[in-house]
């Protein structure tokens, strides 16, 4: 993966030399930043930056604006790194743009388990094909989602989320079997993280968002109704 840049923005240098030493060791290609400001003046020069790993509570820009401002001009994967782990905290972090929320102290090697699967989901093989259900256009190889022909804007994870979804339409999927298929990983938290990014993904599909079910209790369940599928 040395062809795979990573931005790491941190104030703190020994935690960016410890995330640097992670990701180098598995493959990547890291450049360092330690505000804000510095990680978009590196992030607008190099057009080849394939994601961003964003520290929140930095001098001169916070990592939410910082996120917000990438937001504007790109759809690269983000992971908020923070030692702030409130819901509050993790919900701002997601409403500014951020792909992966993930506290401190955290594990090296989730985090590169997270990137891993964060770069190998944003940059498909370009031979996926499209799949086309209920008025759902779903383009692999493109990373876009059309409505009744209208592009919508979907994050990252919310594009997964709802690929995974139609992949498995009318099967009722449990939260653990979302996280251990959606985000790739084992995951230690709790289902708010999924029920998050299906009332986002839900309100951006509009009308079709009833097509994911709630099961409850449960999880979620994509189901077309018959008379539109």
Same mark, same amino acid.
């Given at each position: 993966?040395?062809?795979? +840049? ?21 493959? #990547? ?7 804000? %400001? %510095?990680?978009?003046?590196?992030? =607008? ?18 990592? #939410? ?35 992966? =929320?993930?506290?401190? *102290? ?43 022909? %209208? ?8 594009? %997964?989320?709802?690929? =995974?979804?139609?992949?498995? +339409? ?16 084992? #995951? ?18 509009? *009308? ?11 999880? =979620? ?9």
């Amino acid at each position: 993966m040395d062809d795979i +840049k990573v931005l790491v923005v941190d104030d703190e240098s020994r935690m960016r030399k410890l995330v640097h030493d992670f990701l180098k060791r598995n493959g #990547y290609n890291v450049i360092e930043a330690s505000d804000g %400001e %510095e990680a978009l003046e590196k992030f =607008y020069a190099d057009k080849d930056i394939s994601l961003v790993i964003l520290d929140v509570m930095m001098p001169k820009m916070d990592g #939410y604006e910082a996120c917000r401002e990438i937001r504007k001009t790109s759809k690269v994967p983000v992971i908020i790194l923070t030692a702030k782990g409130e819901e509050d905290d993790e919900l701002t972090g997601f409403d500014c743009g951020a792909d992966e =929320y993930i506290a401190k *102290p955290f594990s090296p090697k989730i985090l590169c388990a997270r990137v891993d699967a964060l770069v190998r989901r944003s940059y498909p093989d370009a031979g996926k094909s499209s799949v086309n259900i209920g008025g759902i256009e779903i383009d692999e190889a493109a990373h876009i989602v059309r409505i009744d022909g %209208e592009e919508i804007e979907l994050s990252f994870k919310e594009f %997964e989320l709802l690929s =995974y979804f139609v992949e498995n +339409k009318g099967i009722a999927l449990s939260r653990e079997k979302i996280l251990n298929n959606v985000w790739n990983y084992d #995951y230690f938290g709790d289902a708010r993280t999924i029920d998050t990014h299906v009332k986002k993904l839900r309100k951006k599909m509009g *009308p079709k968002g009833d097509y994911i079910r709630t099961i409850w209790g449960m999880g =979620y369940k994509f189901e077309v109704p018959v008379n539109e599928a």
